[in-house]
């Protein structure tokens, strides 16, 4: 069931982009970043390589790297509380056609689900939960991930639903990246939700076990 970590290792070399704890791995070869070209009229641009050209997926001993990075890995994506709305924010968000309860109540109908089902495997407080879908509050970032994997949602539908809230897939972040890769691969099964997250110490969701 498992041998799927190792597509996801090679999706993660491809997009991580963190180079700050990349570049300071042993053993990490920098790339030349500039190069030159030959106009037709003969005369020389020097230009900068994309900061692509600085990922995992390029280094000769990509498998090495990311062994050592994965030691390294910390989640530090924090988010336990949920920002209130305050009266003019409600009803801001009660009319406004971007509202994000108004479109998690789409969302979920989309995808045939009440509040009451999608809620059940979230660990979180049923008033909170219910605050959330009653514009109350609004969801963090963590929150929608967690959603995400527990009710099959696209990827499209995901990304669109962070934007929402001002947020977005940032793969310089590991959580970012294994999220990414499950949701774009529809790998929703549980037991390969948690391998997935465990190999790369992504912590902090909001995902009930046993739900």
């Known amino acids: 069931m498992f041998d ?4 996801l290792n090679e999706f993660f ?5 963190s180079y700050d704890k990349i570049c300071v791995l042993p053993g990490y070869k920098m790339p030349k970043m500039h190069d030159v ?31 050592e990075l994965k030691e390294r890995l910390v989640d530090t994506t924090f988010s336990f509380s949920f920002f209130p709305l305050n009266i003019f924010g409600q009803i801001r968000n009660l009319f406004s056609k971007l509202g994000v309860a108004k479109n998690l109540k789409k969302l979920l109908e989309k995808y045939k689900l009440s509040e009451e089902e ?3 495997g979230l660990a979180v407080e049923e008033e909170i939960w219910k605050g959330i ?16 994997l527990t009710q099959q949602f696209s990827y499209e539908d995901t990304e669109w639903f962070l934007s929402l809230i001002g947020e977005e897939f940032n793969f310089a972040y590991a959580k970012d990246v294994v999220v990414a890769y499950l949701l774009q691969k529809k790998i929703y099964n549980e037991e390969m939700i ?6 790369f110490k992504v912590e902090n969701l909001f995902i009930k076990k046993n739900a």
């Open 4 to 7: 799927f970590i190792n597509d």
């Open 13 to 17: 070399c491809e997009k991580y982009a």
């Open 37 to 67: 070209k030959v106009a037709e009229n003969g005369r020389r641009y020097t230009y900068t390589l994309p900061p692509e050209t600085m990922r995992l997926a390029k280094q000769e001993k990509k498998a090495e790297l990311l062994a």
């Open 118 to 120: 999608a809620g059940k």
């Open 133 to 148: 879908c009653g514009n109350k509050y609004l969801p963090t970032k963590n929150l929608v991930f967690s959603l995400a």
């Open 194 to 199: 948690d391998a997935a997250l465990a190999e």
